[in-house]
Nanobody, 124 residues
Framework: QVQLAESGGGLVQAGGSLRLSCAAS????????MGWFRQAPGKEREFVAA????????YYADSVKGRFTISRDNAKNTVYLQMHSLKPEDTAVYYC?????????????????WGQGTQVTVSS
């Protein structure tokens, strides 16, 4: 079992930046692709970004390309989402996910573990 704990959410003005963290604990983190998703009120959960175990492959939703960067530190069992140029439409609960089958299934929402989420609110 892998437990995922997100942190770093908060309230920020439009144009600002935040860095989300997702710390994994429990059984080994080795080999897991990781991803970030978000869900705004009244909307379905949507893919944001994903990264392979090695960090050599990354994937982004078109809506965040050029503004968000996903990275990971396997020594710390942590994945990050650096968010710049935030917009009010980025407001959502952000979730991290871990998948053993590589990043492409994670992109489609197929993951073995999910975190509880952290709220990001962007004011205009």
């Amino acid at each position: 079992q892998v437990q995922l704990a997100e942190s770093g959410g908060g309230l920020v003005q439009a144009g600002g930046s935040l860095r989300l963290s997702c710390a994994a604990s429990g059984r080994t983190f080795t080999g897991y692709a990781m991803g970030w998703f978000r869900q705004a009120p009244g909307k379905e959960r949507e893919f944001v970004a994903a990264i392979s175990w090695s960090g050599g492959s990354t994937y982004y939703a078109d809506s965040v390309k050029g503004r968000f960067t996903i990275s990971r530190d396997n020594a710390k069992n942590t994945v990050y989402l650096q968010m710049h140029s935030l917009k009010p439409e980025d407001t959502a609960v952000y979730y991290c996910a871990a998948g053993q089958r590589g990043p492409r299934p994670v992109v489609t929402g197929v993951a073995d573990y999910w975190g509880q989420g952290t709220q990001v609110t962007v004011s205009s």
